[in-house]
């Protein structure tokens, strides 16, 4: 076993920590508190190549690894959550799905544009019935005689899908019947560019947390595509987006891990600043205690989100450990903000201190890209209980 | 016209500096950078070259130092450096500022560079000399901490940071010139050029191969001996003065610092 990073991944991980300290920091609390789409930030992470970090060169993508991506999102999360969910799921989302199912003739057409970050990808899966349980989607797509798909349905909690440089959607939807599917229903993926009539995107949730990153609901009305936006094989769907989602697991997990580094990296320097009784508070067993207890946790967290990225990297099935990772770091992404909070006693509550933006920004990781439960279930599943 | 760049790996600026208490030495086994510095120095040559006021061929990234130092390299290449020369050999070991310094110009004797360009200072031993000890060494003139590099008529017209405003100084090429942190904003390497990085010719050298004359370097060749290092002393609790009365304490202020013959 090797647990170095490699001289290159070693010079990405700096590389986007110092993007992340000296372009991010100083203006995340102001993104976040005015609710602003971070678009000059994307624009620099476009020109350094980390929209695209795992796809490759001929593509416009970065040839890096998933591991290289890892690292990135990781770090990025540290700092703030809203950058590293709109390039995770503009990378493991959006743009995944056209480059491991899209034909040649629409990877030319639309991979270098959203590997530059020129234009931001969106996967719309979640549907007001259909979460976890995505089988259940409504969202039709008939193939009428012109050679035309007409999607009608709406999408929730879309990431991406509204900003001014997004440039499409790739959704499932239903484009006919399956006697052998289990609920009877043939699911495929179809790209919907942004400008589509009848493709319409709904206003911005009030959320809980990642307020600069864009979430919408989408609705879909007699919406036109061509045939050819079909991407891979009809009837394919169902396979498609859960191949995306072992995927974008990982992505999420390193967010869980870089979001619990960062609660704790401002709790440890808050702990050494702040004084009471006479000493710093990190001198308190009962804080030291905490401290400790975070930064084993991490560790073992990221070791996990590590091996999960190198299982794919060798070509392994890496659904179990995704799906391990995912439930390990959302818990403790959630856990570490709640004691940085707490650390920082009441300044923890006032948005002025980053603890108080990561708490908020915590919890979805418990939740996005599947629920707790949903990744228990597929653990479970791998046992074979 | 060709610029070399001198860079050096020290310990990232994130890793608490300490003294190793079994060698007296700063204890560099932790996580490396290339020195801030020099990043300043290569985004001037980058600056230079992309320009266009002065025809630039190459830039290359010259480091002395451990087998590791090659990272230092990788990045400085990733930076933009055309290519990079990592001189390396045991019996540098130990070398003091001027035995660095005039290794270090042997090996820019062999690249003949029209410019050498370099941080003012390094983040770990913060000497601020190397520059003029290898411009010695070189013959060519020496001009440190600047802050702004103008091409005019095939001269360099600087800006070197002065304790009171800049001195505005005018120098022929070939030169060696040392960079200040306010000359530029360094560029971050790109993904694609961090994976390029290897794949950039890399030059190690020994100190045979440069011509080093072994006499003049490594501790031996040395002539600063250094004594025992110690961490300085933790700093005391101070004195605080409670703001009761704003009289009073400017008083007891202004008693305190003269107390001290600091006013």
Not at chain 1, 92 to 115: A, H, M, V
Not at chain 1, 128 to 149: C, F
Not at chain 1, 223 to 234: A, F, H, S
Not at chain 2, 24 to 31: P, T
């Amino acid at each position: 076993m090797n647990f170095d990073l490699s001289d290159d991944h070693r010079l990405i991980q700096k590389t986007v920590r110092e993007f992340a300290l000296g372009e991010i920091s100083p203006i995340a609390e102001q993104l976040d508190r005015e609710k602003q789409f971070p678009y000059e930030i994307i624009a620099k992470l476009g020109e350094l190549g980390l929209m695209g970090i795992p796809f490759p060169a001929e593509y416009g993508g970065g040839g890096g690894d998933t591991l290289a991506y890892v690292l990135a999102v990781e770090e990025l999360t540290r700092i703030d959550s809203s950058v590293a969910i709109t390039l995770c799921a503009h990378t493991s989302l959006g743009t995944q799905p056209i480059y491991l199912f899209g034909n040649q003739e629409q990877k030319q057409r639309w991979l270098p544009d959203l590997c530059s970050g020129r234009k931001l990808g969106a996967f719309g899966l979640t549907e007001p019935e259909a979460g976890s349980d995505a089988g259940n989607v409504r969202t039709r797509a008939r193939l009428l005689d012109e050679g035309e798909w007409a999607i009608d349905g709406a999408k929730q909690f879309i990431t991406n899908a509204g900003t001014d440089i997004s440039g499409l959607v790739a959704i499932t939807a239903v484009t006919g019947e399956d006697p052998g599917a289990k609920n009877a229903k043939e699911i495929s993926n179809i790209v919907i560019e942004n400008g589509t009539p009848g493709y319409e995107q709904g206003e911005p949730y009030r959320k809980m947390g990642w307020h600069a990153s864009d979430t919408r609901p989408l609705t879909f009305t007699d919406c036109r595509v061509p045939q050819e936006n079909l991407l891979g094989q009809r009837g394919q769907g169902f396979k498609q987006f859960l191949q995306i989602l072992d995927i974008g697991r990982i992505g999420v997990a390193a967010m869980g891990v870089g979001l619990a580094q960062g609660a704790l990296d401002e709790a440890l320097s808050y702990a050494k600043e702040r004084k009471a009784f006479g000493k710093s508070i990190s001198k308190f067993q009962l804080i030291q205690a905490k401290l400790a207890d975070l930064s084993t946790e991490i560790e073992a967290a990221r070791l996990l989100t590590y091996k999960a990225a190198l299982l794919k990297d060798t070509g392994r099935s890496f659904t179990l450990t995704a799906a391990q990772a995912k439930l390990k770091t959302g818990r403790l992404a959630v856990r570490a903000a709640e004691e940085a909070v707490q650390i920082h006693g009441g300044y923890g509550y006032i948005e002025e201190y980053p603890v108080c933006r990561f708490y908020r920004d915590a919890k979805i990781l418990t939740i996005g890209e599947g629920t707790d439960e949903v990744q228990q279930m597929v653990i479970a599943q791998a046992l074979g209980a | 016209m060709k610029i070399c760049v001198l860079v050096k790996q020290v310990p990232d600026a994130a890793v608490a500096k300490r003294i190793d208490p079994s060698t007296s030495r700063l204890d560099r086994s932790g996580e490396t950078n290339l020195n801030p510095f020099d990043t300043h120095a290569i985004e001037a040559a980058m600056q230079l070259k992309e320009g266009g006021a002065i025809a630039v061929e190459e830039v290359v990234a010259v480091t002395m130092g451990p087998e590791n130092a090659v990272r230092a390299l990788h990045k400085a290449v990733s930076l933009g450096a055309d290519r990079s020369v990592h001189l390396c050999d045991d019996g540098l070991v130990g070398s003091d500022v001027a035995a660095t310094g005039y290794a270090l110009a042997k090996v820019l004797e062999r690249e003949k560079p029209d410019l050498v360009l370099l941080g003012q200072q390094s983040d770990d031993g913060e000497c601020y000399t190397i520059g003029a000890v290898v411009a010695d060494h070189l013959q060519m003139p020496s001009l440190t901490q600047v802050i702004k590099i103008d091409v005019e008529d095939g001269n360099l017209r600087c800006e070197r940071q002065a304790e009171y405003g800049y001195d505005t100084v005018s120098v022929q090429i070939p030169a060696v010139i040392s960079v200040g942190d306010a000359i530029n904003e360094p560029r971050y390497p790109s993904l694609k050029a961090i994976m390029g990085a290897k794949k950039k010719p890399l030059d190690a050298l020994g100190s045979a191969d440069a011509g080093i004359d072994a006499a003049m370097v490594g501790a031996d060749g040395s002539r600063v001996s250094c004594g025992d290092f110690k961490s300085p002393p933790a700093k005391g609790s101070g004195t605080i003065i409670e703001d009761e009365d704003t009289n009073e304490t400017v008083e007891k202020i202004v008693a305190w610092l003269d107390e001290r013959k600091l006013i």
